[in-house]
């Protein structure tokens, strides 16, 4: 019977997922209530993907789920199950960097990094999506990243760099 | 976060099931951004969640030339922004989900969230209220559609009874040739919502003005219609004044609030100035 757990209170306990991140399988026990941003960094320990506003805002939390990008603080990590996810660790190929990572390095588009993660997320799902973005489309696009260093500048020359 | 229970009914019938026979608060959850947002901030604390995501056959636009549009009520923001037949036959409605927060948002965020969620600054709106969308509803009791001028009933209230689900969203296909904007005002350019949204809709048939919509956004406790603008135009003949005119009388519609984004009077300011602009470009390209 549906909220018979809720009666007997049971809702407080775990519930057993599976997650497919960055290729690998992981069997987690999560709380309902846990995000998916938190059992990526607190329980898997890939913390590559960072947390700002914890909001929506400011997409330092953004991973790919089947090939998007979202903020993985506004997924529940329940209903993240049978989703190919991909973290920014899971970006490099066989030790490649990937190269909108390498043209973030090359133009300097880096400062203190924590925007980065989510801005290579978005870059390289922008390229999938479109391999010619013109400079108006680049910006559009990254405007769920905040950057609080850069002045995006260098971000968007990068980014131009590695168009198709 | 408050401790929940979650479910994933596989079916709608299941889901209106868990929604209703529940003494308990039930919620909806689909795309999430606003519900899970306004759960972290303790603004809602519901015992169940109900997800939707795993229900078949709600995430679909189709068109067909007689009867129109329809879109599933679980359809992303970020595919009716996308997709061709909207861009083609309801541009506006690509216009107003493209404003909406960013790519994240809009690969996650749903039409019939952004509906239900009942904000009165909501984007997607004031274009469906223009374009005098209806909303098909189910509930235990059986289904039930609903005008979407109708379907809100305060800020984040609507119509819908415990246990109704928002299924699909039916835009009628316009008559002549027509031409629409969708017009939102904000301190930034992206991510941000609304001091005010416009959505003007424009068409002729035979070279004679036939309609003239306008819909008005986070300027009253709902998104609304502002008829009698309308009808100034319609009534009398298109000229500057007679625009200047219809753009007082969509201000006098306005009920507006003053928020840390605007004030009341600054709303209706700008909203006069945005009727203005959505009527000429509408009338010089329809
Ligand atoms: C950073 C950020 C920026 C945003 N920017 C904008 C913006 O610019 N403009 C704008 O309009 N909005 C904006 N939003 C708000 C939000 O993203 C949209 O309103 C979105 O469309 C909500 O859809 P959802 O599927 O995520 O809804 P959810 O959060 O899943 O649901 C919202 C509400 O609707 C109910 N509900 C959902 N689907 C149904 C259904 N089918 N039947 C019955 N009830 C249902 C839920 O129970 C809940 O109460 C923003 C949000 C964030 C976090
Ligand atoms: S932490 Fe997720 S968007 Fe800011
Ligand atoms: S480099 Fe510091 S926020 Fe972007």
């Not at chain 1, 929506?56 to 090939?67: I, K, R």
């Not at chain 2, 909207?86 to 809009?106: D, F, N, T, W």
């Not at chain 2, 300011?269 to 945005?274: D, F, G, P, S």
């Amino acid at each position: 019977m549906p909220g018979e757990g809720l009666k007997k209170g049971y809702f407080h306990m775990k519930k057993i997922i599976e997650l497919k991140i960055n290729g690998d399988f992981y069997e987690i026990a999560v709380k309902p209530s846990k995000r998916l941003l938190s059992v990526i960094r607190d329980d898997i320990g890939l913390t590559g993907t960072k947390e700002g506003c914890g909001k929506g805002d400011c997409g330092a939390c953004t991973v790919l789920m089947n090939g998007k990008v979202v903020n993985s603080c506004l997924v529940l990590a329940i209903e993240a199950q049978g989703k190919e996810i991909i973290t920014i660790e899971g970006v490099a190929e066989n030790g490649d960097l990937h190269p909108v990572q390498q043209a973030l390095i090359d133009y300097g588009a880096v400062q203190c990094g924590f925007c980065t993660p989510g801005i290579v997320l978005t870059a390289k799902a922008l390229l999938d999506e479109n391999p010619n973005p013109s400079e108006e489309e680049i910006r559009d696009y990254l405007s769920g990243n905040i950057c609080r260093c850069t002045g995006y500048v260098k971000i968007v020359q990068a980014i131009k760099s590695v168009r198709g | 976060m408050r401790a929940f229970e979650h479910f994933q009914p596989s079916n709608l019938k299941e889901a209106i099931k868990i929604l209703s026979t529940k003494d308990k608060e039930a919620r909806v959850i689909a795309g999430g951004t606003d519900l899970l947002n306004a759960m972290r901030d303790g603004e809602e604390s519901p015992e169940c969640i109900v997800d939707l995501k795993g229900l078949k056959g709600l995430d679909y636009i189709k068109y067909k030339e007689k009867e129109g549009l329809r879109i599933g009520s679980l359809t992303k923001l970020g595919s009716i922004e996308k997709s061709s037949i909207v861009k083609k036959k309801y541009p506006v409605l690509c216009q107003a989900a493209h404003s909406i927060g960013s790519v994240q948002i809009r690969n996650m965020a749903t039409i019939g969230g952004n509906l239900c969620n009942a904000a009165p600054s909501a984007d997607m709106a004031p274009a469906l209220i223009a374009l005098e969308a209806e909303c098909k509803v189910q509930g235990a009791k059986g289904k039930r559609t609903i005008s979407l001028e109708d379907f809100f009933a305060g800020p984040g209230e609507t119509v819908l009874k415990k246990g109704e689900i928002l299924t699909e969203i039916i835009v009628p296909k316009l008559a002549g040739k027509c031409f629409g904007v969708y017009i939102k005002h904000g301190l930034r350019k992206a991510m941000d919502i609304a001091i005010a949204g416009v959505c003007v809709i424009i068409t002729k048939e035979r070279g004679k003005l036939k309609g003239v919509r306008i819909a008005l956004g986070a300027v009253a406790p709902t998104p609304i219609r502002a008829k009698n603008a309308e009808k100034i135009l319609l009534d009398g003949s298109v000229s500057e004044d007679a625009i200047t005119e219809a753009a007082e009388e969509a201000a006098k519609a306005c009920f507006p609030i003053s928020d840390v984004r605007s004030s009341e009077w600054y709303r209706r300011e700008i909203v006069k100035v945005l009727v203005r602009r959505g009527l000429r470009e509408c009338l010089e390209k329809v």
